[in-house]
């Protein structure tokens, strides 16, 4: 079975940083295309940030452009989402999110991990 599972979330205060992983297991992680979506109490799930072919094309969404950064550590079948200067309007839920065929769409993400909790105050 395919397993993602996210760490390091937590709570902290806005103009603070955090540091999320997700470590993919059971899962062929050649296409290597990943993402990081995050839905809010009452709102739908964004897409955050996502990478595909091995960090060769990234993408951000427009409220966290420039705070935000996502790589791969591809020997360790893991995704991480670099947090900087976090807002109270950044806290939601986190979830990793796998690609498997590269698609390149938000819609191509099929698995998912349980999410982390982010908490800006």
């Known amino acids: 079975d395919v397993q993602l599972v996210e760490s390091g979330g937590g709570s902290v205060q806005a103009g603070g940083s955090l540091r999320l992983s997700c470590a993919a297991s059971?899962?062929?992680?050649?296409?290597?295309?990943m993402g990081w979506f995050r839905q809010a109490p009452g709102k739908e799930r964004e897409g955050v940030a996502a990478?595909?072919?091995?960090?060769?094309?990234?993408y951000y969404a427009a409220s966290v452009k420039g705070r935000f950064t996502i790589s791969q550590d591809n020997a360790k079948n893991t995704v991480y989402l670099q947090m900087n200067s976090l807002k109270p309007e950044d806290t939601a839920m986190y979830y990793c999110a796998a690609d498997p065929q590269c698609i390149g769409t938000w819609s191509g993400f099929v698995y998912w991990g349980q999410g982390t909790q982010v908490t800006v105050s």
């Open positions: 059971g899962y062929t992680y050649s296409s290597n295309c």
């Open positions: 990478i595909w072919n091995g960090g060769g094309g990234t």
